[in-house]
Every structure is written in structure tokens, then in C-alpha cells.
């Protein structure tokens, strides 16, 4: 088998030279264990913050130590009888190509009810669930709103403006860093509007395509279109805080958001979250995610990576915005 | 009678030069109306934006027109049955020292319920409400939380921090500008712990001060303070965004703050407020606050100023934090 190891930490921008690909032998599943063939695996934002060595919501990659993250795949042995060979299972020990786990630490998944098992890794898993926390839950969507969604055609907000358009929202606006993705947005996606935040600034761009405000900002992007945002918020506005990833490389603190306080005449709520702790919501998100996926009403495009060796990479090019909806390692 | 003019438009700190004391005839009451001899009018820093041309939650103060805000006097003509002459009534009409107004704008309160009329000002009026509504609704305050509270020895501060105390909490902290007031706070007011923010970094004074973090912040101040108070929220931490008077001058805009980020991993809301959307909770402040009030359990120091000339000053003095308590001006 092969494992993906931390060979050092960045500062600033990760390079390839921080990730290490080391073959070992195939383990065997001691007793109450299975082991996993992975067939794909994730590659998400958080897991820069997990190459610093502080503190965080996770704890840190270890210096020497294969990294993890969210893996779906085939049990190809077994030592437990309710997790049986030809099982496919989401669990916790990505970055590698074979995975030994106790039963209790993997989740049985149905492959017929999804288009490709990697469904588990995106709009069926965890960034689906984060979309759907953040703007029902976290920022109180509400039918009418008039949604902008930053990192609009990432896995997180290519969902969360989806569901938006599905609830009933009057009006949702995206931002991405290209024309091709903002395409994808308007004619894929059936975003009201969108723009390259690349093209001018975010505050003038959003303006333009929400010129009555909006109601809910989901933000994935932190810095100036969190200022931007907050600028365009109406009154009772309300801010997901769900990811900064303008800055998760920055050396420096951002300068933005400059204009905070008007946060307090817009008496606007800006509230923070992750997704681990809303796990009791799975069900209901399944139930209406998977009904929309079944009636083809919402879209899920992946950005595939073949092999495990090309997964540093492909983790260095989501943080550069290179994928479209969720960034997948097939194994 | 005489009134006070917008003279012109600061642009950062006003002048004395900003505002004009003219002489009037003092008018006459029409049918339903009554005329109200001013006694004690209000300062406050909300009134600074208002100075400005520019829509924000209340109107600018109009060029060449007396200013307005809270003031209480004394009925001396009436021609509204249900609003005698020698009531004391709390109206919208300070900044001069008669007023005319229909008497569905003007509110009769109790003198003898306060100890001075100028109470329903600040403890038991706009002011205290503020800080009632902020800890308690908006901050979410529960017993056992370690509380927060910037610019704690002003009006609204010394309401909150009292207030979190009288509430269960766990521990009170305030920031103030002078060793005097730092003094105030800890001997006369109960707070467990206070520091001048001019003696050091407030992230650094903070956390001595609250070495196992806060649970709320009451934000009077904005910039350095909102960053350090962010830097010190635990999980699931919450700000009440009532002020940032610390930039209502400022030309150019704060840099901070630089960590808002991080309200991610620890689950934060901030959520701004104004008090004039929470006049329902008016009933239940009065009876709490007051009954600490007529217990002797709530201080409510004041400084007064005497005379309607010195109003700006004193409004200057309060925006450069030179009162202690509700700033009024004694008519």
C-alpha cells in the first residue's frame, strides 16, 4: 500500500516538497477490524489549517505521519460480522490507498443511491451538510431572501446556492474566479447572477448584481468579500461564517473586513460554524438532498485527480481555486 | 429660550466651532400640546453620526436646525387633558431648554421613582435598556459566563457589567481610559477585574485579566478591543455589537479587527443591535433594574454639566471619554 505523509510544514503557500509518498506493506485487520480498499478520497480547505502545528477545531497533521481526511471505499476483509466483505463505507483515513479500521469507526453507504460512491466525499457528505447547516441553520435562510454566496463554485457553495434556489430564495448571486465557473453558475447552476471576483472589485460587482441588497451571505472566502458583504447587507442581514480561504495561506492578518461596525445600525448577525458539530442534521439533509438528486434538481460536478501521488497536488490546486464543485482523489 | 444649531459638519473630531446657542421667543403650546421646561437633556455617542449627511439607522442632524435627543422636564402649559401642568415627562426635544410638542410625543414618568429625574436618561431609561438588552438578548448572557464589557465605566458599561453581575456571572471584567475609572469599576461597582486600555495592548491586559478566556463581550468600542475580545471568546462565544466609539472619528478606516476569522473554529456570533427595535423589553427592564435600583444593589453615577452653553463641550468631553457614567446637562 501506499500513504501520504507530512514531510514538513509551510509557511505561506504548501509546495509539494511538504507532502512525502511512502510505500508500505498491506496491513491485515486484527480482530473487530476491516480493512478498506479507498476508492476515492477528499481534499477539502480545513485541511491547511491542519498542516500549521496549532491548536484548531482538528488537531494538527503530525510531522512524519500520514495526513487523513474523509475516504470512501470497498471492504476487501473483514474480522466483523456487521461490516462485510463488498461493503462500501465512508470513513476517516484518506491519503492512502488501503485503510485498517475498527467496524465502529467506518459508515455503511448505499452506491446505488448515489451517481458515484465520491457522492459520500461531496453533495452527500460532509460539504453537502455544510452547505445546508450554514444556510438554513447558521445564517436562517429564509424563502424571499436574497442570497450571495462567495466560492460559489466550490463544493460547499455550489451547494449552498443550489438549495437556496430550491427553497425559494428571490434572488442568489455567486462570485468564482473565472468566466468558465461563473458560466457554470448561471447556466449550469441556475444562479440569478454572478461574477469573477478577479474582474473589478467585489464590493462594485456585488452591487451591481444585487442592487436592491442582500438578505444572507454565505461566506467561504473571508477578507474583501466579507467587507463587501457586510456593505451590501440589509437590514437583519445574516452572515454563515463557514470558511476565509483568501487567507488560509496569508502570513499577515488580513486587513479586511474594515467596516464591521456597520454591523450594528444594520443590526446584522454574523455567526461562525463547523460542520462536525451539526451532525445530528444528516438525516434531514439526506432526505431532502438525496430527493433533489434523484428528481436531477440539483447538480453535483466533481473535479476527479487520479491516483493517490497526484492527491498533493490536487489539494495545492483546490487552494489555488483550480477545481470546480468538489475536488476528488480516485484511487 | 434658547436652542443649539448644527452649524456645520465635522469631518473626524468636532469643534465647539460644529454647533451655534441661539435665542428664541419662547413659543406657546397649540390644541394638544403641551410646553415642557427642560431639565436634564442627554449626550450620548450615537449622536456623533448623526452629524454626518449620511442615512444610518436615525436621521442627520439638519444644518441651520437644533439638534435633538432625550431630555426630561417639567409641564409648565398644557393644552392636552391627560398631560397636566408640573407632570414630568421624558420627550425626543433636548438640546433647548423649552420644547413644544403634541403630547402623544412626550412620555410622564415617576420623579419620585428616581432619584433625580435625570435617571430616565441613563439607569432607567435609554442608556440602561441598552445595557439590559445587549447582555441579556442579544449577548445571550447566561449565569456563569465571564463577561467582557469595553468603555465600562460610561453609561451603558456600567449598566451591563452591573447587571452580568447581579445576573450570576462568573466573572466581570471592564476596560476604561484613566486609573480612576479602573478604580471605580473594582471598588464601587463590583467588577472582578478592570485595566486602562492606554497602559498596554488590550490582547495582552485581556487575557491576564481573563486568563481562561470570556464567554460574552458587550462591544462599546470596536477596533483593538473587538480584536482582543475575539482573540478571548471561547467556543461558542458571543458579542453584542452596541458601539465602536473608538472610530466614530476617524477619517479612515480601522484595520481591525484582523482575527475575525477565527469565529469559524470557535462557533462565534456577533450580532449588532439598536435599542429603539427593543422598546417591548421596557416593561421587564424596569422592573428588574428597578428593583435593584430602590435595593441599593445598581450604582448609577453621573456627570453633569451645568447649563445648556455647555452641551457641546460636554458632548466632546463624552466622545473623548471624560465622563464616568451617563453624561447629562443639568438645565
Not at 122 to 130: P, S, V, Y
Request: charged letters at 20%.
Amino acid at each position: 500500500m501506499q500513504e501520504i505523509r507530512l514531510a514538513s510544514r509551510p509557511s505561506g503557500w504548501p509546495t509539494a516538497d511538504n507532502f512525502e509518498l511512502v510505500e508500505l506493506p498491506t496491513p491485515e485487520p486484527g480482530p473487530g477490524q476491516v480493512l478498506v480498499r479507498n476508492q476515492f478520497m477528499s481534499v477539502d480547505p480545513y485541511m491547511r489549517g491542519r498542516m500549521n502545528d496549532v491548536e484548531s477545531y482538528v488537531a494538527p497533521f503530525q510531522l512524519g505521519k500520514p495526513l487523513d481526511g474523509a475516504a470512501v471505499g470497498e471492504v476487501v476483509a473483514s474480522n466483523a460480522a456487521d461490516v462485510p466483505v463488498g461493503a462500501t463505507v465512508l470513513h476517516g483515513l484518506g491519503w492512502r490507498d488501503y485503510a485498517v479500521l475498527d467496524a465502529a469507526h467506518v459508515r455503511a453507504v448505499d452506491p446505488a443511491a448515489a451517481p458515484t460512491p465520491s457522492a459520500y466525499l461531496g453533495l452527500l457528505g460532509m460539504t453537502g451538510l455544510t452547505a445546508y447547516v450554514g444556510l438554513l441553520d447558521i445564517a436562517q435562510f429564509r424563502e424571499g431572501d436574497t442570497v450571495f454566496v462567495s466560492g460559489a463554485a466550490g463544493a460547499v457553495g455550489s451547494v449552498a446556492g443550489q438549495v437556496a434556489k430550491l427553497r425559494g430564495a428571490k434572488r442568489v448571486i455567486g462570485s468564482a474566479g473565472s468566466a468558465e465557473k461563473v458560466r457554470y453558475l448561471v447556466d449550469e447552476l441556475g444562479f440569478d447572477a454572478a461574477f469573477n471576483y478577479k474582474d473589478a472589485p467585489v464590493r462594485d460587482q456585488l452591487r451591481e448584481a444585487a442592487p436592491d441588497g442582500i438578505d444572507v451571505y454565505f461566506d467561504n472566502v473571508g477578507g474583501d468579500h466579507l467587507e463587501a458583504a457586510i456593505s451590501s447587507l440589509n437590514k437583519y442581514g445574516r452572515v454563515a461564517l463557514c470558511g476565509a480561504i483568501a487567507q488560509y495561506n496569508d502570513t499577515a492578518p488580513p486587513a479586511a473586513p474594515r467596516n464591521l461596525a456597520l454591523a450594528i445600525g444594520k443590526e446584522l448577525t454574523l455567526r461562525g460554524f463547523i460542520v462536525s458539530n451539526h451532525n445530528k442534521r444528516m438525516p434531514d439533509f439526506v432526505a431532502e438532498v438525496g430527493a433533489w438528486l434523484r428528481a436531477g434538481q440539483i447538480s453535483a460536478q466533481e473535479t476527479v485527480v487520479e491516483g493517490l501521488a497526484g492527491a498533493p497536488e490536487a489539494f495545492l490546486g483546490l487552494l489555488r481555486g483550480e477545481n470546480t464543485g468538489k475536488m476528488v482523489i480516485k484511487l
